[in-house]
């Protein structure tokens, strides 16, 4: 079963730096398009990035307006993994990362409906 796994997440000052990692099991998802969300308590899981494959050597991304500037997600499709550096972090970053994916970009690429795949997701926190 084709599995996605995160990692990176920890403790950060305001300010500071962290790249997340998502591995996934099987070549099949160097195609598919690769997405971070985010979800802190009581709150729903919201859409952070996404990237889209185009071709070998490009694709396209998204990100969500309160990281655009800040956040790059990027790929690499010989290691199988998603990559999400995170700058200037804030406290309201806050949050346990989800990795997802699908066997299509949707247009809805927002919407966390619009993925099957999930990872366990991995905690980051943002100290003030």
């Known amino acids: 079963q084709a599995q996605l796994v995160e990692s990176g997440g920890g403790l950060v000052p305001a300010g500071g730096s962290l790249t997340l990692s998502c591995a996934a099991s099987t070549r099949t998802f160097s195609t598919y398009p690769m997405a971070w969300f985010r979800q802190s308590p009581g709150n729903e899981r919201h859409f952070v990035a996404v990237i889209k494959f185009i071709t070998w050597s490009s694709s396209t991304t998204f990100y969500a307006d309160s990281v655009k500037g800040r956040f790059t997600i990027s790929r690499d499709n010989a290691k199988n993994t998603v990559y999400l550096q995170m700058n200037s972090l804030k406290p309201e970053d806050t949050a346990v990362y989800y990795c997802?994916?699908?066997?299509?970009?949707?247009?809805?690429?927002?919407?966390?409906?619009?993925?099957?795949?999930w990872g366990q997701g991995t905690q980051v926190t943002v100290s003030s």
């Open positions: 997802a994916s699908d066997d299509y970009f949707s247009a809805t690429y927002q919407s966390k409906n619009a993925y099957r795949y």
